[in-house]
């Protein structure tokens, strides 16, 4: 068996594992790989640094969202700092591939493209090469000889994505596949991969917007969690510095049915707005709801009709999370629940305010985590006031910090205390007065309207097409 093949790799692969001796923990060394970083930073902060050596990453999401483009876009800043990357072309050819990078700017040395899509000839190639990063486009595309299953079946996928991962370890190579979703939007297999990767990452947008975000939904060298965005413009993906100032750039501000609110993607906060519409049901109540959890909204819906006797059940309803935004988190339903009032009644909250809190099913307000991260992103943005659960800690512990050195000291936000759902809506959202019965001392006279929609003064009779209408009760009695 000549040295160098992939079979040998496998074999030399199961030998050292077998003389392996166990070692304490704490003499392992944990700085014996270190994360290359990719040079796009939002990948590198979900990656938390970079990839590295002999680790395998999944990357999945609908056609369209640009997953090709930001592997390419990623494998080129390797390749600029000296990194030897290449791409495995299960599904398109070397030339538009090559048109791609050209439009992208990414055609630089050290990338280099394969096109094949049965393994043995991605395994040579790997050998050969010996590149610092692999990146298979796509895995359901490749397909083993020796597995008797057609191209595509699940057997084929586990196979050869097993066969990838056990190469790029034995080599420290690292690997990242790229992975179909099925109509559910989960990663085609069903499953069968994320066991087998390190890092399981998804790409979401909608083709007909702008922004997209990776996340990290399993990730064995950091946290999961951390959420990067990208803005996709006509040089490719750009990464998104500011996703606050970006999703509230278009707010408009004193329109009924707004809340903001802050959100935490990962580690970072990010203000998202609210927005809510109530109108009149014609038979069975809609409701549509986008980047919210709709059983969530339904439940928040329940508790603002019984609980604070805002009577919106029998409406319909739309919430969405503008500019492509989401908001899964509890701490969004204060801010869900009074873009719901403001809706209903009519009436603006203050625009430089935010709300912060999870709505119990008594009504009752309770505290969120990383308050003060919260705030102190609210503060950057020119917020002046937050409507926070009563059960938070004092207001001077709740007070953004300072910030790093050299930068200036965030002003202070006035924090705005409510215990339950109902005092929380009577004290931003104002609904307006309910009507009060006039004295009889002070009743104008009334008139009714004719057919024609003439004014006649009152008759004497209560029958007839012009009927009087009923007096208020006399104060004091009937």
């Given at each position: 068996?000549?040295?160098?093949?992939?079979?040998?790799?496998?074999?030399?692969?199961?030998?050292?594992?077998?003389?392996?001796?166990?070692?304490?923990?704490?003499?392992?060394?944990?700085?014996?790989?270190?994360?290359?970083?990719?040079?796009?930073?939002?990948?590198?902060?979900?990656?938390?640094?970079?990839?590295?050596?002999?680790?395998?990453?999944?990357?999945?999401?609908?056609?369209?969202?640009?997953?090709?483009?930001?592997?390419?876009?990623?494998?080129?800043?390797?390749?600029?700092?000296?990194?030897?990357?290449?791409?495995?072309?299960?599904?398109?050819?070397?030339?538009?591939?090559?048109?791609?990078?050209?439009?992208?700017?990414?055609?630089?040395?050290?990338?280099?493209?394969?096109?094949?899509?049965?393994?043995?000839?991605?395994?040579?190639?790997?050998?050969?090469?010996?590149?610092?990063?692999?990146?298979?486009?796509?895995?359901?595309?490749?397909?083993?000889?020796?597995?008797?299953?057609?191209?595509?079946?699940?057997?084929?996928?586990?196979?050869?994505?097993?066969?990838?991962?056990?190469?790029?370890?034995?080599?420290?190579?690292?690997?990242?596949?790229?992975?179909?979703?099925?109509?559910?939007?989960?990663?085609?297999?069903?499953?069968?991969?994320?066991?087998?990767?390190?890092?399981?990452?998804?790409?979401?947008?909608?083709?007909?917007?702008?922004?997209?975000?990776?996340?990290?939904?399993?990730?064995?060298?950091?946290?999961?969690?951390?959420?990067?965005?990208?803005?996709?413009?006509?040089?490719?993906?750009?990464?998104?510095?500011?996703?606050?100032?970006?999703?509230?750039?278009?707010?408009?501000?004193?329109?009924?049915?707004?809340?903001?609110?802050?959100?935490?993607?990962?580690?970072?906060?990010?203000?998202?707005?609210?927005?809510?519409?109530?109108?009149?049901?014609?038979?069975?109540?809609?409701?549509?709801?986008?980047?919210?959890?709709?059983?969530?909204?339904?439940?928040?819906?329940?508790?603002?009709?019984?609980?604070?006797?805002?009577?919106?059940?029998?409406?319909?309803?739309?919430?969405?999370?503008?500019?492509?935004?989401?908001?899964?988190?509890?701490?969004?339903?204060?801010?869900?629940?009074?873009?719901?009032?403001?809706?209903?009644?009519?009436?603006?909250?203050?625009?430089?305010?935010?709300?912060?809190?999870?709505?119990?099913?008594g009504g009752e307000l309770r505290q969120v985590t990383a308050l003060t991260r919260r705030l102190t992103e609210a503060s950057r943005?020119?917020?002046?006031?937050?409507?926070?659960?009563?059960?938070?800690?004092?207001?001077?512990?709740?007070?953004?910090?300072?910030?790093?050195?050299?930068?200036?000291?965030?002003?202070?936000?006035?924090?705005q205390h409510a215990a339950a759902l109902a005092e929380a809506v009577g004290c931003v959202v104002r609904p307006p007065a309910p009507?009060?019965?006039?004295?009889?001392?002070?009743?104008?006279?009334?008139?009714?309207?004719?057919?024609?929609?003439?004014?006649?003064?009152?008759?004497?009779?209560?029958?007839?097409?012009?009927?009087?209408?009923?007096?208020?009760?006399?104060?004091?009695?009937?």
């Amino acid at each position: 068996m000549p040295a160098g093949s992939p079979d040998a790799n496998r074999q030399g692969g199961r030998r050292a594992a077998s003389s392996t001796q166990a070692v304490a923990l704490q003499d392992v060394s944990a700085s014996a790989a270190c994360p290359r970083p990719t040079g796009i930073g939002e990948l590198d902060r979900v990656l938390g640094g970079g990839l590295l050596p002999g680790s395998a990453t999944l990357i999945g999401g609908e056609p369209g969202t640009g997953k090709s483009t930001l592997l390419l876009q990623a494998m080129a800043a390797l390749a600029s700092s000296g990194s030897k990357c290449l791409l495995v072309a299960a599904e398109e050819a070397a030339h538009q591939v090559r048109r791609r990078a050209q439009r992208l700017g990414a055609d630089v040395a050290g990338v280099f493209v394969l096109e094949a899509t049965v393994l043995p000839a991605v395994e040579e190639a790997i050998c050969n090469l010996a590149p610092d990063v692999v990146v298979v486009d796509s895995v359901q595309a490749v397909s083993d000889p020796a597995i008797s299953s057609p191209p595509g079946s699940l057997a084929q996928v586990r196979g050869c994505a097993q066969a990838l991962v056990g190469l790029a370890k034995a080599r420290g190579t690292a690997l990242v596949l790229v992975g179909h979703v099925n109509k559910e939007g989960a990663l085609a297999g069903p499953r069968v991969l994320e066991h087998l990767v390190d890092t399981v990452l998804t790409f979401e947008g909608d083709r007909y917007l702008a922004l997209r975000a990776l996340r990290a939904v399993k990730h064995r060298f950091g946290p999961t969690g951390e959420t990067g965005l990208f803005e996709m413009g006509e040089h490719g993906l750009s990464s998104v510095a500011d996703p606050s100032a970006l999703f509230l750039g278009d707010r408009l501000k004193g329109a009924p049915g707004s809340a903001v609110t802050v959100t935490l993607e990962g580690h970072r906060p990010v203000l998202v707005e609210v927005q809510a519409l109530v109108g009149r049901a014609a038979a069975v109540p809609r409701r549509s709801v986008t980047g919210l959890d709709p059983n969530r909204v339904a439940l928040l819906v329940a508790v603002l009709d019984r609980r604070a006797g805002v009577r919106v059940s029998d409406r319909d309803i739309y919430v969405s999370v503008a500019g492509g935004a989401r908001a899964y988190e509890p701490a969004a339903d204060l801010a869900i629940c009074l873009a719901l009032a403001s809706s209903f009644f009519g009436t603006a909250l203050p625009p430089e305010m935010v709300a912060l809190g999870e709505v119990g099913l008594g009504g009752e307000l309770r505290q969120v985590t990383a308050l003060t991260r919260r705030l102190t992103e609210a503060s950057r943005l020119g917020f002046r006031s937050a409507l926070v659960p009563a059960s938070t800690a004092s207001e001077r512990n709740c007070q953004p910090r300072a910030g790093p050195s050299g930068a200036p000291r965030p002003s202070s936000l006035h924090l705005q205390h409510a215990a339950a759902l109902a005092e929380a809506v009577g004290c931003v959202v104002r609904p307006p007065a309910p009507l009060q019965r006039p004295s009889a001392a002070h009743e104008p006279a009334r008139h009714e309207l004719t057919s024609a929609g003439a004014r006649t003064p009152e008759r004497g009779h209560d029958r007839g097409p012009y009927a009087r209408r009923p007096r208020w009760p006399a104060a004091g009695g009937p």
